[in-house]
């Protein structure tokens, strides 16, 4: 009997803070004394800052694998976290101990983000071997959890256009990719991408080419044939002779700071809105 009430308490508390939780990722979002108190109520600090984490896969996400080394994690860092599941997604709210919360003696696991503990759990293959992005919004207030979530979403989806073999992103490792995506959203961009890349474009699309994947690794590379070709898979060589062909199909001087600013915003511009 003893069990069953403990479980029965468990399970309303679970849903308690999953209405909660429902209500700060709906718009109007609760006045914040109002999610003050109840946030205090239901284990939700909100003296902390709190990042959100999303879990999109092709299918439903391994929900007792993720709770479980959530849970573990938790109790390592002695915070209370906590994880809904929505059909192919699963979301993490995460609470991070800001600058003046931190004390002499803090442990590893408290001093180490989020971000790098699920990057471990992917590279470990904690999580399995599914087909997932995972996206992490920036730190914010309890009050504020939507603005987080939305970031964790857009990490997602520019990390599948961009950077698909980045399984786990950060909303500020893509934050200006984002924000030029959002800003050259106009057919004056538009204009200028065909004018710059045009001619490479058609030829990707006559020849079954990469040319422009090819240039928009070697910007992101700084200029790096040995990184461009060990994130395209391919030998040097074959970066080097691309590159040479875009030279020779547009006479870029890809040496000017320039030049390599205005192909990259380019890039960014096609990869985000027009190569879906």
Same mark, same amino acid.
């Given at each position: ?24 990722m709906t718009p109007p979002v609760p006045v914040r004394h ?12 909100? *003296?902390?800052?709190?990042?959100? *984490?999303? %879990? ?23 915070? /209370? ?33 989020? *971000? ?5 759990? /992917? ?8 087909d997932y992005y995972i996206g992490i919004g ?11 979530? #939305? ?16 399984? /786990? ?22 204009? /200028?991408?065909? &004018?710059? %890349? ?20 070697? %910007? ?24 040479? &062909? ?8 890809? #040496? ?16 985000? &809105?027009?190569?879906?």
């Open positions: 009997m003893e069990l069953m009430r403990e479980k029965a308490v468990e399970d309303t508390e679970s849903r308690l803070r999953g209405n909660f939780i429902d209500e700060l109002e999610v003050e108190r109840r946030g205090r109520q239901l284990g939700f600090n909100p *003296a902390y800052d709190w990042e959100v *984490a999303v %879990l999109e896969s092709a299918t439903a996400p391994p929900e007792e694998i993720l709770s479980g080394l959530l849970s573990l994690e938790s109790t390592r860092r002695r915070l /209370v976290s906590h994880i809904e599941f929505r059909s192919n997604r699963a979301v993490l709210f995460l609470p991070t101990l800001n600058s003046s919360d931190y004390y002499d003696g803090a442990s590893a696991d408290q001093e180490r983000s989020w *971000a790098e503990t699920l990057k471990q759990w /992917v590279s470990e293959k904690a999580l399995g071997t599914g920036s730190a914010k207030k309890l009050w504020e959890l939507l603005q987080s979530y #939305n970031e964790a979403r857009r990490a997602i989806t520019v990390s599948q256009r961009l950077y698909p073999d980045q399984r /786990v992103c950060t909303y500020g490792d893509i934050e200006m990719h984002y924000m030029l995506g959002e800003a050259m959203d106009t057919e004056e961009f538009s204009n /200028v991408f065909e &004018r710059k %890349l045009g001619k490479l474009q058609q030829y990707d699309r006559s020849h079954g080419s990469d040319l422009l994947k090819t240039l928009f690794y070697y %910007l992101e590379n700084r200029g790096s044939l040995i990184d461009t070709a060990n994130y395209l898979f391919i030998h040097r060589n074959s970066v080097k002779y691309r590159l040479e &062909r875009i030279r020779d199909m547009t006479d870029f001087d890809l #040496n000017d700071p320039r030049e390599q600013f205005i192909c990259h915003a380019c890039l960014i511009h096609y990869y985000l &809105r027009e190569h879906k």
